[in-house]
């Protein structure tokens, strides 16, 4: 058995066809015969993917090999694609079965590689999202490849353009030490929102970085960006837990990470090495580290709990020691969710539920322990995690992060694997980065989701912040700031789970005569293995397809396959998530769509559509397909404004859901109101 981490993705092997891609070829110099076969869990947690070879008509004898070639080209094949994340040892951990009692042991050689970035694909500009005016700001200019690893053998010669902002150089030439990331420093010299351009016209790539904005109405008080929550090669993930702290801080600039391993591998030398981790790369004001871990029982115990304490000298309350070896400390451990609760309660800690492979009970739920839940990660998007836990009169705010297992902590990419998004950023709203604001605000709710760009949101309810609690004896009025990445489509003013107010800023706007989008969505079941997939087709009767642009999809695993004046294909996996196709038309007004896909089939006349978007529902975990013919313009990349509500008796919470152009999106926390 030659066993792979859980979270390589690696291509499958395959063992029949020479010709074809992943071609694995099995040869012994014996007498015996073989067959391989590939199993994604033969192996013992974390080496679980695992291509197992049979031996048999004989067995091997003293002196006799086996040579296994992953991507054998000999016949034909294009060979097999690697890992497509960088690691410093991806290791093929080799067992064997001796004597046919099912018990492996593991040979002590195991070959190792380095997997290294492919050359630079694009660009990547990252700034602060909130600066006063002559304040020295660092400016990040990073190269990635593909797959989303920095490149670290770039060396192209970018411009700088940030109207605006002084300091900046017109041109810089990367060198080998920068390793494919490069910081500026500048300065804000007015008020307003700036953004910086970033171009390489040889590499044929530009950005625009996400906005600094020097303080405005409402957007007095600083944002931090995190990302609390992933793991690394102690647990099921890539890399070392240090590789991880480091990459967070220097490659994606987060200001603030948390490390969530399953505490049923962490041993005692992981989590002291966990802490040593957290009191040195905790910088105030550069860099934040919440000491954590994953809490991982399972769904019936109350599911998987991240857990952060304020200081780095608190003990691990685990949900067992399944994978620890050394079983003295298992009187430690708390199981069911209720027991950790108690242990929590009264200490500088919080538990955020989240759904991984074990999505969290929400019935369970202690509101001195549970301040707010994971609504979206690389895993997809769980809002249905906040709306269940209003219904339930949770009062709970929103976080999202990476739950990532690539060693990419703050810019996680989802590979080619099981991980179906783009993994997401939590903002949290402080005045200052330091351990005791950054773990306030959490506890607060003063905080919010987003995809993973870096949309600035401030949500105020009579004047109250996301988060707060507020009595009110009649009307209420919201108001609602977004300065985003992208142009924002619209501003969903939700209460509970009902929406009440669409902001749309290209309401009044005609239609486009040439503009549809189609979008697909949703997830299979709520649990693990939840991706829809959505490989298909589109064809248009009555127009010519001029353009066809892919919407929000989140690797180069998916995309448009084929596109032509009649029709598009396209390979997809959702996981709650979105992905689409933006259509430029000849003349939609006398058009037909017919859409063809395992969840839907359906067709429509796009000139019988409006300005809201005909949705086709799908079934399973709220898959469906939505076409809209676009209004015509550009839509804002900043939107600010106001709207009242009487709200009916009892107890209520407002929240937003912002949707960029680009398919990003954004989640405030409620603040909730008792009438």
Excluded at 521 to 545: F, M, N, P, Q
Aim: glycine share 10%.
């Amino acid at each position: 058995m030659i066993s792979w981490r859980f979270a390589t993705d690696w291509s499958r092997p395959q063992f029949d066809d020479p010709g074809a891609p992943d071609y694995c070829s099995l040869a012994t110099d014996g007498r015996a015969s073989l067959h391989g076969r590939f199993d994604t869990k033969a192996g013992m947690r974390p080496w679980r993917k695992s291509t197992v070879i049979d031996v048999f008509d004989d067995g091997l004898h003293a002196g006799e090999t086996i040579t296994v070639t992953f991507g054998d080209t000999c016949g034909g094949s294009p060979g097999s694609r690697a890992q497509t994340f960088c690691e410093d040892t991806f290791e093929w951990r080799v067992q064997v079965n001796p004597f046919a009692t099912g018990e492996f042991i593991l040979l002590p050689d195991r070959p190792e590689i380095e997997i290294v970035s492919g050359p630079a694909a694009r660009l990547v500009s990252i700034v602060p999202s909130r600066a006063n005016t002559a304040e020295p700001v660092e400016v990040v200019v990073k190269a990635e490849d593909e797959w989303g690893n920095p490149a670290r053998g770039y060396e192209g010669t970018v411009r700088l353009e940030a109207p605006g902002l002084d300091g900046l150089p017109e041109a810089y030439t990367f060198a080998p030490e920068d390793r494919g990331v490069r910081r500026f420093m500048a300065e804000a010299v007015e008020v307003g929102e700036h953004r910086v351009t970033v171009s390489d016209q040889a590499l044929g790539a530009s950005v625009v970085s996400n906005p600094l904005v020097a303080p405005l109405e409402m957007l007095t008080t600083r944002v931090y960006w995190a990302d609390l929550h992933g793991q690394s090669e102690e647990t099921v993930g890539s890399n070392t837990a240090e590789d991880y702290h480091r990459f967070a801080r220097d490659d994606a600039a987060l200001d603030a990470v948390g490390h969530q391993g399953n505490d049923f591998q962490v041993t005692a030398e992981n989590w002291a090495e966990l802490q040593r981790l957290a009191r040195e790369y905790t910088q105030p004001g550069r860099f934040v580290v919440l000491l954590g871990y994953e809490w991982s029982g399972n769904t019936a115990g109350g599911g998987d709990h991240n857990v952060y304490y304020l200081r780095a000298d608190e003990p691990i309350f685990r949900s067992c020691h399944a994978l620890i070896p050394d079983k003295s400390t298992a009187d430690s451990d708390r199981y069911p969710i209720e027991r950790l609760y108690e242990e929590l309660r009264g200490r500088e800690a919080i538990a955020i539920p989240h759904v991984g492979g074990r999505r969290a009970d929400l019935s369970r739920h202690d509101p001195e322990v549970v301040p707010l839940v994971e609504i979206y990660s690389a895993w997809g998007l769980f809002e249905w995690m906040l709306t269940e836990s209003l219904a339930l009169g949770h009062r709970v705010g929103v976080v999202a992060g990476s739950d990532g297992h690539k060693g990419r902590p703050g810019a996680s990419h989802p590979g080619a694997s099981q991980f179906g998004a783009y993994g997401g950023l939590t903002g949290i709203i402080a005045e200052e980065l330091t351990p005791e604001a950054i773990f306030a605000a959490l506890r607060a709710r003063s905080c919010y989701a987003t995809t993973g760009p870096r949309i600035v949101l401030r949500v105020q309810l009579n004047g109250a912040p996301m988060g707060s609690e507020i009595a009110a004896d009649g009307p209420v009025t919201l108001a609602v700031s977004v300065v985003g990445t992208a142009g924002i489509r619209s501003v969903e003013v939700l209460r509970g789970d009902e929406v009440v107010h669409v902001h749309g800023p290209l309401a009044g706007a005609p239609l486009s005569d040439d503009l549809v989008r189609v979008v697909w969505s949703g997830a299979r079941i709520l649990g693990r293995d939840r991706a829809t997939v959505w490989d298909g087709r589109l064809e248009v009767e009555g127009a010519t397809i001029e353009e066809a642009r892919a919407y929000a999809f989140d690797g180069p695993q998916e995309g448009l396959t084929e596109v032509s004046a009649s029709h598009v294909a396209w390979r997809s996996i959702t996981t709650g998530d979105e992905d689409g196709v933006t259509l430029r038309l000849s003349d939609a007004n006398g058009a037909r769509l017919r859409f063809e896909s395992g969840p839907a089939e359906f067709d429509c006349a796009l000139g019988e559509l409006g300005g809201e978007p005909m949705v086709v529902e799908a079934g399973a975990i709220d898959q469906r397909v939505a076409v809209q013919r676009l209004p015509a313009g550009e839509p804002p990349p900043s939107v600010t404004f106001t709207w009242s509500d009487d709200p009916p008796p009892g107890a209520g919470a407002y929240w937003v859901r912002v949707t960029q152009d680009d398919g990003a999106h954004a989640w405030s926390s409620p603040v909730f109101v008792e009438r």
